[in-house]
């Protein structure tokens, strides 16, 4: 066992563009060791926190949102927040993509990054894309605009280098307590979880009989007042109506079958007791709509 003060301990943000991969390059570092915070939803964007704990320390990540020329009132919040978060972490990774045109939306980044003295990693991501000469020419150019803490070029996609990516992170921060339990957990999070395993019990109970066409839709999650329970309202999405009443079951059994083998393990996860309500939807295209996919909890890298 190493001791608690040779574990590293300390707050990263991740910046970049909306394209750029952000997510999936976070999906991948978390892995299975994801435990998320945030502050009680409010109806501002706010950070989130990511919590990646493993034998080296934690690494808490925030997500801003995106640095951009604000239009409006909300922008200039939005940018403002982001902005304070570059001077209250121990260590920012910039995203961005394997080219060497430096477009206006990284210009505007860089002018903001040049006032912060915190350390900056420049992540390359995408390298999976360009061929290897490409890539040094895309170091070289970026190289120069700013001063560089180090630049890690990485496919979020592929995994490539996340690796050493964690291993640099960990170099950059202070020695230190851990600030979060390994299983914390914040409510998005939760609802995929939840949405997931309700989705499971479904397709492991009704076998062959259903073709993987199902997602779930977590409509509510609502604790009570006094804190004893937790009230989850689902929707499981299916195809065809055909589905619906083989979902259901004669009688409602089948339907009841599933919820009360996902409620054990949903309280399992949320160590509580769970009043879940499932209902049956059938959306004939659902997975062919982008809409549908992710308001069902499905993003590019699922599909």
């Not at 998320?36 to 808490?60: A, H, L, M, W, Y």
């Not at 350390?119 to 061929?131: A, R, S, Y």
């Not at 083989?246 to 949903?266: N, P, T, V």
Request: glycine share 6%.
């Amino acid at each position: 066992m190493m001791k608690a003060m040779n574990k590293k301990s300390g707050f990263v943000t991740l910046i970049g563009r909306p394209n750029v991969g952000k997510s999936t390059l976070m999906n991948h570092l978390i892995g299975q060791k994801i435990a998320i915070t945030s502050n009680k939803p409010q109806t501002t964007r706010n950070r989130i926190q990511t919590v990646f704990t493993d034998e080296r320390g934690q690494i808490i990540f925030l997500d801003t949102p995106g640095i951009h020329k604000a239009k409006n009132r909300l922008g200039e919040y939005m940018v403002s927040v982001a902005e304070r978060t570059l001077r209250e972490v121990d260590l920012i990774l910039w995203l961005v993509e394997p080219s060497t045109f430096i477009g206006a939306g990284e210009q505007y980044i860089c002018e903001q990054l040049q006032k912060i003295k915190t350390p900056i990693i420049l992540v390359i991501n995408k390298i999976d894309t360009v061929k290897k000469e490409e890539l040094l020419n895309i170091i070289a150019t970026y190289k120069d605009i700013l001063d560089f803490a180090e630049i890690i070029p990485v496919s979020a996609l592929k995994g490539e280098n996340t690796g050493d990516l964690l291993s640099t992170i960990y170099q950059y921060l202070p020695e230190g307590p851990m600030f979060f339990d390994e299983d914390t957990i914040t409510d998005q999070p939760e609802r995929q979880i939840v949405a997931e395993l309700v989705r499971e019990k479904a397709l492991r109970l009704l076998d062959e009989e259903i073709p993987h066409g199902i997602a779930v839709s977590i409509e509510q999650m609502k604790e009570r007042s006094n804190g004893s329970i937790i009230d989850i309202h689902a929707t499981i999405v299916c195809e065809r109506d055909s589905h619906k009443g083989i979902i259901i079951g004669k009688g409602g059994g089948m339907l009841k079958k599933i919820g009360s083998q996902a409620r054990l393990e949903i309280e399992n996860l949320l160590d509580c007791k769970v009043n879940l309500q499932l209902w049956v939807k059938v959306k004939k295209d659902w997975r062919d709509s982008d809409f549908l996919l992710k308001n069902y909890g499905f993003h590019d890298k699922d599909y």
